[in-house]
Each structure stands twice: as C-alpha cells, then as structure tokens.
C-alpha cells in the first residue's frame, strides 16, 4: 500500500502538470526517465527520491517545497463552507475548465463570470 506522503506528492506532480499543461510523456523527457515512471509517481505506487524530485521541480518550474503544500490536511476531500471540495484544483476537469477560462478574451470573459454568478444564484 501506497504511504500517504507518496500518494500526496505525485498528486502536486500531476496538479503541477495539468496547469502546465504538460504531458506526463513530456515531463518524462525532461526528466530523462519514462512516462510509465511518472505515471507511477503520480499514483503514489512508486516513491519519488530526493534527487529526482529535484529534477521534476525544475522540469514543472517549481520548488520542491511546492510537492509538500497541503500535506498537513488529513482529509483532502473535506468540503469546504460553500461546498466545493477543498482541493479543487486537484481536479483535471476543474484545472481544464480555469485554463479554458483565462483563454477567453478579458471583455467576454467578466461577461461570462456575471452569467455564472446569475445562474448560481437561481439554483
């Protein structure tokens, strides 16, 4: 079984790569390993070490400080007051929909943000 650090810190590498918009045979190839290895990184079924840790965080332009935020959380599914899960971000759809949002152009996209906030409003 996977130990929850692990599982904790392949989860930022593959937050940190889909905000990137990185794929996990690209940052394989800057990290000089296989996309299989990352894969198991980001499961937590294999331990990163420190010095490929340190590769990935240059590869991803972070510091590895960034793979341990939030391990204090014991419980990443919480939701929060409004109720969004706390770890939102995590989220490939969530992650996806922000990029797809911020591509919009500025005028379209406070346009955009008045229809969300109308339509939460009536539901």
Same mark, same amino acid.
């Given at each position: 079984?996977?130990?929850?650090?692990?599982?904790?810190? @392949?989860?930022?590498?593959r937050h940190r790569r889909w905000l990137? @918009?990185?794929?996990?045979?690209?940052l394989a190839e800057k990290v000089g390993i296989k996309f299989q290895q990352i894969q198991k990184y980001e499961t937590g079924a294999n331990r990163v070490s420190a010095s490929r840790l340190w590769d990935i965080a240059d590869a991803l332009e972070v510091p590895v400080s960034f793979f341990f935020?939030?391990?204090?959380?014991?419980?990443?599914?919480?939701?929060?007051?409004? @109720?969004?899960p706390a770890d939102i971000l995590g989220d490939k759809e969530a992650?996806?929909?922000?990029?797809? $949002? $911020?591509?919009?152009?500025e005028n379209q996209r406070r346009?955009?943000?008045?229809?969300?906030r109308v339509l939460s409003d009536v539901a």
């Open positions: 079984m996977a130990h929850p650090v692990d599982v904790h810190v @392949g989860k930022r590498v990137v @918009g990185m794929t996990q045979q690209q935020e939030g391990i204090e959380s014991d419980n990443p599914e919480v939701e929060s007051t409004e @109720g969004v992650l996806d929909l922000v990029r797809s $949002y $911020y591509a919009i152009p346009r955009l943000f008045e229809l969300a």
